[in-house]
């Protein structure tokens, strides 16, 4: 009998060694704070109204203050204007799941580098689909504010890309974006950034003096913040490179849960989360997009 307890305990114990790297609580808050740091689009988006997300389809109010009018003071009495708050709904309606296989003998030799690297590889594959979700917001963009066409796509080149990246500044600073402080970005992707890195008006990072970029930004051209994401792909032989402030869009997200199972028809762990998001374009206007030919020259 004690022989029997002691094998018991023992394999109590080996079991609980191996399991601990694998502790969904762990896992939750490692990922949640990874999450947090090293998405690009996460850089240009604002989070005022995430509140308490539970289930996907819930839905954060965000009121947006009427604009005041100036008048001049005459001999007319003073009147006042009514004012009636915008109201409209950032919904969660993105729902990402990952699911895996962690095989025993995989459990047995387990140790913290291993979570770790299963947590990052959890983590590009939810940066992935919410860059390219947050990208496509450049679908709202104020049509005053579109640098080319569909139509007609720009060829860049190291020698244009200046003088098109003024144009995109300028959509931002005409349309009052750009105020206050408000510092612009732009996002690009590793082609585009080829014919940057040529054009001799673009400041590289360790030249931008007592200036604060955004984390991961390689440098500043016409006065915009330039981050790179591989997630800016090609659609129908274009590019839309997407600039503006972080007022435009506003973002939610929440990891719901990680849980693991034990899998009955084998040796093996289950482990699975859930991640819930959502976006919404609040200011068009503070949004501006570059519209390239995928085949653009150098």
Known sequence: MADENLSSTSSQSAEKNAYDPFVPEIWSKKLNAMLEKNCVMLQCVNRNYE???ANQGDTVKIITPSKVTVS????TAITYDELEPESMDLVIDQKKFFAFKINDVAQVQANTDIMVAH???AQKAIEEVQDSYLLSMHANVDKNNIVGSDESPIELSKTTIYEQFVKLALCLKNSDAVTGGKKPWVVINPTI????LQSTEFINAHNVADETLREGAIGRIAGMDVLVST???ETAGKYYILAGTN???TFASQLARIERLRDKDSFSDLVRGLYLYGAK????KALAKLVVKSGTSS
Do not use: H, K, M, R
């Not at 950034?193 to 940057?196: A, D, G, I, K, M």
């Open 193 to 196: 950034e080829s014919y940057l």
């Open 119 to 121: 947590l990052s590889n």
């Open 231 to 233: 997630n800016l792909t």
């Open 247 to 249: 007022d435009a869009i």
């Open 51 to 53: 509140g308490e997300i």
């Open 281 to 284: 374009t609040v200011q068009p």
């Open 72 to 75: 001049t003071l005459g001999s």
